[in-house]
């Protein structure tokens, strides 16, 4: 992955993560159309960032994997 899509990704990630605590705050409905906007936002980039989340989990998946293919050819 280029790294200008992994630091875009990365952005976003933290994002939603703003999002997810504006939301939750207690006064997160006093301004109705902020409200709306940060909702809009946070369905516009929760799907991504899923998919980004489960894209690094399989990166690591695989560096564990030939980790674990490295020691299992060491003890040949």
């Avoid at 605590?21 to 301004?31: F, G």
């Avoid at 109705?32 to 799907?47: C, F, M, Q, S, V």
Wanted: hydrophobic share 40%.
């Amino acid at each position: 992955m280029k790294p200008s899509i992994a630091a875009k990704l990365s952005q976003l990630t933290i994002r939603l993560e703003e999002l997810n605590q504006l939301l939750s705050s207690e006064d997160a409905t006093s301004n109705l159309d902020n409200y709306r906007k940060l909702t809009r936002e946070h369905a516009a980039i929760g799907p991504v960032v899923e998919l980004y989340k489960s894209y690094r989990k399989g990166e690591d998946d695989i560096v564990a994997a030939e980790e674990m293919a490295k020691i299992g050819r060491a003890h040949v």
